[in-house]
């Protein structure tokens, strides 16, 4: 499960800290008390930014970093992909093996690939993915008030 | 091997427990410190429950033949066998639940539905403490939310203590009951019971004593305890799940309603109204856990052979090992008393800034199986900012060798994170 | 031997129920007609139990470790099993409780506890039957008792049957809740749901049926039901005692409040308020039945791999049978129907002016094991102005053989007190 | 359990019916139905009549027709030791084997020993002796009215 790659990020997260932003939310896995706050900063349909702060396992804390490496400069549809895939993997049970194709997605998220054996351990590697998603609906729907 | 004085023949108890002979990850043995989530169970409680089914299962009570009677006797037998463990004045005062946690429901809903004296409303108080098993918060927050009764609380001290330092005016004449843990399952704690009691007696309150974490591994005496509840749940103390007990005074029994409703429990039943049966039955609506009393009587015969003061001394070496060997892991800090007095074999603790969760996984893949969170006592970990712990409670099988285990995966799991 | 078409295998279903094969009262082999009190249970459930305890035993949720998470993946596979078998639409749906008993208060305090439009107070009616089981009696009265609402009834027929010519009457747009027996545990009566669930819906009631005597017998569909709840019992159907269900539409699950409180049914807790899990959690507090929920799972595979259908298709031809060789002796009254159509294989009967109890006795002193009182169904009993009845109910095992031991058990009684 | 004797008091039960008495009760066995109307009449401390009528159990028919036969024409203080005696024996559950003292006092009733191994009988068995045992104090307390 502890891959060196997710180790890695525990390490040495990318792109931690708070930042300017358009939204914010706060999530929590009450389960464990793993938290994360999170800001999302777009620009039109990119992702200029996903900055965050929070406490939790290496599981929870690397995916935030991961996160940040794959979503930072994409458009959203893409993001909105990279995402749906990584939820696949995780809901796999142990299941899937990740191919090529998939890894062209992923890049190190498909690390994550073993977590996904420990059910216990799967809320953690989504938290910050659950709390982007929020957080750019959120930034969205900001965006079409204000326009 | 370390040999320390007090301790039990391990090695001849351990051949009771099947489940300690698991392998886990590939052929490490299993390290079992998880025990004050639920104990494994012993070969006597598991041919105890085997015979029972295959031999004389019958539903209980009211059957004339010859199953039924069997049944029936095994099943008030064990109610026998657990009246003898607590030292209670009568058998009667038994009531068999399905686990700690309805016992202490059954407790604040017979005040909920009760009438003067006992009842509890807008005017009266509870008592509670910090250090609660969720199982014994949350049927008194539903109980005031649904009464109007003030929830009120002891608050704990730095080393894990209750702080009784204001007794006085947490518990007053208002206060109705006070409930509270014998020993903490998240800290291992032994709470002062003698200073509550007095304090509740004098101004007339009743007390309920959680004793799910002391019932499996001290001498109980409900009635040195002097308490008028005494809950306890059978799944941690080498009994199956699926069956704990609530202890009452008699003359309480007798004077609250009922709370379940249903075959057994009644005297007479009409479509108009229906008239109760005497205490225990009252309280035990339908078909009860007859296997699993059986079981539960089995592990009361156990723990009794070997001697509840033995397991005590067993368990109070242990811990004065673990509290010296963990105190010797960098960063380790323990959450709760670090001596061995006054505590139970139960040590939660935080290790630097790895999060529990990474603790815990780290050592079960060297077979050690311990518990990580807030173990049902999240008041606990909020008290002292963390958002989790690692814990490690030992029982009557544990050893000085895994507590050594535990040491060096701690070790391991330092450098891995490091 | 007496062959029937329809009939299962007895000979080699025998074979995987241990207790079948003991003897009473100096080597009579017993003749188990006692099934609808608690049925006997098969190898495969007793190995699923110990298999459990021996390899698996952990306390579920939350466990990083090994056992923790094999435990929880047994106890909520057992969850998936049960779903599977009454067809429900989401396993969520599916709550594991002490036995059937706790399942219809539970229902019951959801309703006395709820807000609206849900809510039970004085303005409104409680709907249930005359043949209930006195666990779906008790609580309502209860619950009428404790919200001021009315509990109303159906009465029943002389031969046995729920009579519904005053339905409207019964039902109103006052009724928030219709609860009723699907077969009755004293008569064998199989009651007419569909008619019943038209008119609750008519009136926007909810409809709580107790399948106790039903899931162990035949085809359970929740769906097909189109009842809000469905409770039932496991010691009946094959599996341990100590675990019983409630199945609930999801919604409802989520809208109503819950009842008892503790670990596991809690979202967070601090010591100002808590949050529940979702269901079916937020009604499973403290630690649930673990080993008996395995248990429950083994059972129902067993049962599914005979085949309800089959099993109905062998009680049904059994009861024919029985019914034909009952009315043979002289004296002898069926209580409730008196033909083997929409019924059960229960048959209560009464004996000349023989009391039950003395029929049960010598019975049992032949070997022969048979309920004999009011079968927690008292209402039934003044009904027909009876003391109580004699009931001899069938299982899966159940033979030809042992319907001819009881008639010639009860000649003798006969003789015996002629 | 079906001793000869008892089946016989069952079948020809002594003294059955309702007479005139000084006090009347109706005990009920819930768990069975069983039950007891039963009439005491005293003539200063002789016990001058037991009269009685219910439905029930062999044992409990049978046992209503020994008490009859026991206590009639006795002295309350006698009545109570016999009523004593047969308590002790039904509460033994098995356990005591009457011997010939014993049997002086109860006489017939010692056919009653097997029953006290059952217990969902005993209370069959006893119904009859708690009813006489409270009819009995109502008459006396009536009588202390109106002397
Ligand atoms: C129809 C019916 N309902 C409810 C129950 C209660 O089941 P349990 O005793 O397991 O709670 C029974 C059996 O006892 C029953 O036959
Ligand atoms: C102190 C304490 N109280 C209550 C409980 C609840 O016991 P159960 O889960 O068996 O209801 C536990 C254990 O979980 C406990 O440790």
Known sequence: ???????????????????????????????????????????????EDVSYEGQGCSISQASASVLNDLLVGKELGEAQRIQETFLALMQSKGQVEPDDAMEEVLEDAVAFAGVSKYPARVKCALLSWMAWKDATAKALSQEAKTA | MTQLPGLLDTEAIRKDFPLLDRQVHDGKKIVYLDN???????????????????????????????????ATALYEGARDKVAAFINAPSRDEVIFTKNASESLNLVANMLGWADEPYRVDRETEIVITEMEHHSNIVPWQLLSQRTGAKLKWFGI???????????????????????????????????????????????????????????????????????DFVAFTGHKMCGPTGIGVLWGRQELLEDLPPFLGGGEMIETVSMHSSTYAPAPHKFEAGTPPIAQAVGLGAAVDYLTAIGMENIAAHEHALTEYAVKRLLEVPDLKIIGPSTAEDRGATLSFTLGDIHPHDVGQVLD????????????????CLRYGIPATTRASFYLYSTPGEVDALVEGLEHVRNFFG
Chains 1, 4 share one sequence.
């Open chain 1, 1 to 47: 499960m502890y891959q060196d790659v997710i180790l890695d990020h525990y390490k040495h997260p990318h792109g931690r800290g708070l930042r300017d932003g358009d939204a914010e939310v706060h999530h929590v896995n009450p389960t464990c008390g793993d938290e994360i706050t999170l800001r999302v900063r777009l620009d039109g349909t990119t992702i």
């Open chain 2, 36 to 70: 004050a989530a639920t104990s494994q169970k012993p070969r006597q409680v598991l041919d105890a429950l085997s015979a029972y089914y295959e031999r004389h299962n019958a539903n209980v009570h009211r059957g004339v033949h010859v199953l039924a009677e069997e």
């Open chain 2, 157 to 227: 001290t730095d080393d894990g203590r209750l702080d009784l330092s204001n007794i006085d005016e947490v518990i007053t004449e208002q206060t109705k009951i006070v409930s509270f843990t014998l020993v903490s399952n998240i800290m291992g704690t032994v709470n002062p019971v003698e200073t509550i009691v007095r304090r509740a007696q004098e101004v007339g309150a009743l007390v309920c004593i959680d004793a799910s974490q002391a019932a499996p591994h001290m001498v109980l005496d409900v009635q040195a305890l002097q308490a």
């Open chain 2, 365 to 380: 893949e060297q077979g050690i199986a311990v518990r990580v969170g807030h173990h049902c006592a999240r008041p606990v």
